[in-house]
């Protein structure tokens, strides 16, 4: 925790980082994000997993406009189309 402004720094250790792609099946662009996370992933060492929203109710309703949507530790950081490049920076690689 960063004591002077009293937030947590970022973590910058890919491996202790969990990337979450939140998709539906039949989606191509689901199909192109998760090529992207999976490799991006694999490179970095971080982890990895995949939520479906036509099995939660509450991300269908918060991400259906969006996927596939891209979560790193929780936190969105993009939808639609996944930068390989933008996600390794995130990830501190």
């Known amino acids: ?3 002077m402004f009293g937030r947590m720094k970022k973590k910058t250790d890919a491996a202790s ?3 979450t792609l939140i998709g539906k099946p039949g989606c191509h662009l ?3 994000a998760r090529a992207v996370v999976e490799a991006v992933c ?3 060492g971080a982890r990895w997993e995949e939520k479906d929203i036509t099995r939660d109710e509450e991300l269908h309703r918060a991400y259906w406009e969006q996927i596939p ?3 790193v530790d929780g ?3 993009t939808f639609w189309r996944v930068d390989a490049e933008r996600l390794r ?3 501190g690689a």
């Open 69 to 71: 949507v891209v979560l």
């Open 30 to 32: 689901c199909d192109d």
């Open 89 to 91: 920076r995130e990830l």
């Open 42 to 44: 694999a490179e970095t």
């Open 75 to 77: 936190e969105q950081h």
């Open 17 to 19: 980082r969990t990337v």
């Open 1 to 3: 925790m960063d004591v």
